[in-house]
């Protein structure tokens, strides 16, 4: 069993920068790969990065190329989110999650976290 804890959201202005937080509980983060997902109102849960066990590689969605950045430091049991030029599109829910692998698809990732809004004012 994983826990994870997400924070750092919040509201931002248009071209603004916020940094999302992942905390897991558990002694084996450093064996799971990461990813971080968002859901707007209306809208289904959609990937956003991702990144493999060692942090040696990442991935992202089109959207966010350029503008975010995937990070981890399995000493601290902790994934990371930068998010910069943030715009009114990026608003919605974050979620951080845990899987086998870095994959895009949600349904890939065994455990969740309870979400961190964040909201882009134009």
């Known amino acids: 069993q994983v826990q994870l804890v997400e924070s750092g959201g919040g509201l931002v202005q248009a071209g603004g920068s916020l940094r999302l937080s992942c905390a897991a509980s558990?002694?084996?983060?450093?064996?799971?790969?990461m990813g971080w997902f968002r859901q707007a109102p209306g809208k289904e849960r959609e990937f956003v990065a991702s990144?493999?066990?060692?942090?040696?590689?990442?991935y992202y969605a089109d959207s966010v190329k350029g503008r975010f950045t995937i990070s981890r430091d399995n000493t601290k049991n902790t994934v990371y989110l930068q998010m910069n030029s943030l715009k009114p599109e990026d608003t919605a829910v974050y979620y951080c999650?845990?899987?086998?692998?870095?994959?895009?698809?949600?349904?890939?990732?065994?455990?969740w976290g309870q979400g961190t809004q964040v909201t882009v004012s134009s």
């Open positions: 999650a845990v899987g086998r692998i870095a994959t895009m698809t949600p349904h890939e990732y065994e455990y």
């Open positions: 558990g002694r084996t983060f450093g064996r799971y790969a």
């Open positions: 990144i493999k066990r060692s942090g040696a590689n990442t």
